[in-house]
Structure formats: structure tokens, C-alpha cells
């Protein structure tokens, strides 16, 4: 604690670097209180002035840290995230579009979905959809029309629930989910604060209430005995690699080169053990690239009556952290990481 005096004379020293606080009681009969921060304190370089000049005066040194709190602008405290529940907070994810819904809950050490189908998820899969949604974000709207965004009879719901001791002890966060736009954004409405988000299209998308968000990553699973040749389209670019019975690898196309071995094991290993780095999508709408496909990939296996299967990756436009893909085998948008895109774009020359 210092001197009221001195006080006063650090924080006019201070000139605009100080900060005054009002707080104002809920309880009409009590006093406000105010106190004005800022100035260097007479017994410590490290520390700033507090004065409080009402209800009593009183003046105490305290942390330097204490500013930056006090000067934060208005406009970066506003909470733009659709919920407040961490991914490892949430017990229950719920989501309601028309007709359509999802229900996934938490059990034990992994997940189980109960809507649209009954079906168990994987605890990464299930932690990394929560994650999404739990962190995603949007921007408020001032002053919306809630008809025209859809929002005045909301068209869903999407409502996350806690893990708690007793029911009474759930805190439960619900957005009222309302029209898309024409190129995939989406509104919602928080019904904890009536605040209204716009949600650009990768995060409209987390809202679906589509089980294939849910599905195992893993794509592709074949020894490379397996393999009997693998094309690949990348532009003007057509390479065909062979996989001999003897084990030796050839490149077919393009014609008069010698293929680089470790280049060639590589793309195999990878194709062998191919991932999506999350899913998507249960379908291709149009918006994801893919009717042009930037590249695609197309294996040929050998299957255990000695005849062979065929299956295509179609690679399209860029997504946050790779790129939009799907196999022409099963149903499905997801997103192919950027090191696995890089892969599949190897010149398998020596």
C-alpha cells in the first residue's frame, strides 16, 4: 500500500496510459466503486498504481500484469465461437436438420452413434468431430433479420451436452441452425445469448447430420504382393508403375525411363495404407472439385481368384490442410492431407 498523494502523482504522470474502472452493484442501494490503474509505482519499477477513489479512497501497488486485461478492446471480447463446452467436456452430441439426425454419445473409452444408425466410433474419430465443432467458429451478425436468415422457425438444432455426476448437473448448449446460402454459408443462432453466426461453408459443413463424418479413416488396405499396376493423372503428366510376381516394379508410362525404387515403394507403401484426414461430405454436391479432378489415381489389385479389382482416387480443389478427394468405391467426400497429396504428385523417375 502507498500514499493517496503519491498515487495521484504517478497516475498523472501517466497521462493516457492508465486505465479507470467503474463497476456498478446489481444492488441498487450500494456504492459504485472506481479505481484508476496505471503509473509507475514510487517503491517498485515493476509494478502499477491502483487508486481507488470511491467507496473509500485507497492506494496499493500491484502487477504490471494487470493492464493488459484493462485495455483489451471491446470488440476482441466478443465470444465467436458456437459453444463454450471443450471436446473433452462433452458427453452427448445431438444434431436435428429436417427429417435427419445424429445422435453420438460418449461410452467408456470410445464412442457409440445412435442415430441415423446404430454403430460404435472409434475414440479418435469421435474425439476429432467434437474437437471441430467444440473449436469452430463463426461472425456475429448486428442487427439480423432472422426471417430471411432462416432462424425465425429454425430449420434445426444442434445441442452438445456435458458429462456430469447427475442429470441436474448437465450443462446443455443448443444453435438453432437456419438457411444456406447459395454458395454453402450458414446461420445459426446461440440460445444461450440470441447472437447470430454466419459460418462459412468447411464449418456449415460440421453441422450436417450425416454419419459419414463419422466413418473410419483408413481408405485403402493392400499388401504390395497385392498390386498389379497404379496410374497416375496429374495434368499433362501419366505415369503407370507394374508390379512384376517377382516383386520388381516397372514403369510402363511414361515410355523409355527407369523408375527411382525408393519413389516407387514409397507411393505403394502410401496407397497401402491411404487415410482420410477426416471426412466430409456423403456426397459430392458440385462444390468440391471433383467433377475436373486436379488428378486422380487409379490401382488395379490382384484379387485371391487370380483376377483383378479396379479402384479410383479422384483428387479436387484445395481444403484447409490438403485436399478434397473421393474413391470411386465407396460414397464419400473426405479430405486427403497435403503430405499424401505431395506424394501422389512424385515424378517416379530415376
Given at each position: 500500500f502507498v500514499d493517496e498523494a503519491a498515487a495521484r502523482q504517478a497516475l498523472a504522470a501517466a497521462g493516457p496510459d492508465k486505465v479507470r474502472v467503474t463497476m456498478?452493484?446489481?444492488q441498487k442501494d450500494l456504492p459504485p466503486g472506481i479505481v484508476e490503474v496505471g503509473g509507475r509505482c514510487?517503491?517498485?519499477?515493476?509494478d502499477v498504481v491502483?487508486?481507488?477513489?470511491?467507496?473509500?479512497?485507497?492506494?496499493?501497488c500491484v502487477p504490471k500484469s494487470v493492464m493488459p486485461g484493462h485495455t483489451t478492446a471491446a470488440e476482441a471480447l466478443i465470444d465467436e465461437s458456437l459453444f463454450s463446452l471443450r471436446k473433452d467436456e462433452v458427453e452427448k452430441l445431438s444434431v436435428t436438420r429436417g427429417k435427419q439426425q445424429l445422435e453420438l454419445v460418449r461410452k467408456g473409452t470410445a464412442f457409440v452413434l445412435r442415430a441415423p444408425v446404430k454403430a460404435d466410433v472409434e475414440l479418435e474419430i469421435g474425439n476429432q468431430h467434437l474437437e471441430a465443432i467444440a473449436g469452430a467458429s463463426g461472425e456475429i451478425i448486428e442487427n439480423p433479420d432472422l426471417a430471411k436468415l432462416g432462424l425465425a422457425a429454425p430449420s434445426g438444432r444442434a445441442t452438445l451436452e456435458s458429462i456430469a455426476e447427475s442429470e441436474s448437473k448437465v450443462v446443455k448448449e443448443?444453435?438453432?441452425?437456419?438457411?444456406?446460402?447459395?454458395?454453402?454459408?450458414l446461420h445459426v443462432r446461440r440460445s444461450s445469448d440470441g447472437a447470430v453466426?454466419?459460418?462459412?461453408?468447411?464449418?456449415?459443413?460440421?453441422?450436417?447430420?450425416d454419419a459419414t463424418l463419422l466413418r473410419k479413416r483408413r481408405l485403402l488396405d493392400f499388401a504390395p504382393s497385392e498390386l498389379v499396376t497404379v496410374e497416375l493423372h496429374s495434368?499433362?503428366?501419366?505415369?503407370?508403375?507394374?508390379?512384376?510376381?517377382?516383386?520388381?516394379?516397372?514403369?510402363?508410362?511414361?515410355?523409355?525411363?527407369?523408375?527411382?525404387?525408393?519413389?516407387?515403394?514409397?507411393?505403394?507403401?502410401?496407397?497401402?495404407?491411404?487415410?482420410?484426414?477426416?471426412?466430409?461430405?456423403?456426397?459430392?454436391?458440385?462444390?468440391?472439385?471433383?467433377e475436373t479432378g486436379t488428378s486422380a489415381v487409379r490401382i488395379a489389385l490382384e484379387t485371391r481368384d487370380g483376377g483383378t479389382t479396379t479402384d479410383t482416387l479422384v483428387i479436387g480443389s484445395v481444403a484447409d490442410n490438403g485436399h478434397y478427394a473421393k474413391l470411386e468405391s465407396a460414397p464419400g467426400v473426405f479430405v486427403l492431407s497435403k503430405r499424401t497429396f505431395e506424394t501422389l504428385q512424385m515424378l517416379l523417375l530415376d
Open positions: 456498478i452493484p446489481g514510487p517503491k517498485s519499477e515493476n491502483a487508486l481507488r477513489s470511491e467507496p473509500a479512497p485507497l492506494a496499493a443448443t444453435l438453432e441452425i437456419g438457411a444456406a446460402t447459395s454458395s454453402g454459408e453466426l454466419e459460418l462459412d461453408r468447411d464449418t456449415a459443413r460440421l453441422l450436417a447430420a495434368g499433362a503428366v501419366h505415369q503407370r508403375l507394374r508390379r512384376e510376381p517377382s516383386g520388381v516394379y516397372g514403369l510402363e508410362l511414361p515410355k523409355g525411363f527407369e523408375h527411382d525404387a525408393s519413389l516407387a515403394t514409397t507411393l505403394v507403401d502410401v496407397l497401402g495404407s491411404l487415410e482420410a484426414e477426416r471426412w466430409v461430405a456423403s456426397s459430392d454436391g458440385g462444390s468440391f472439385g471433383l
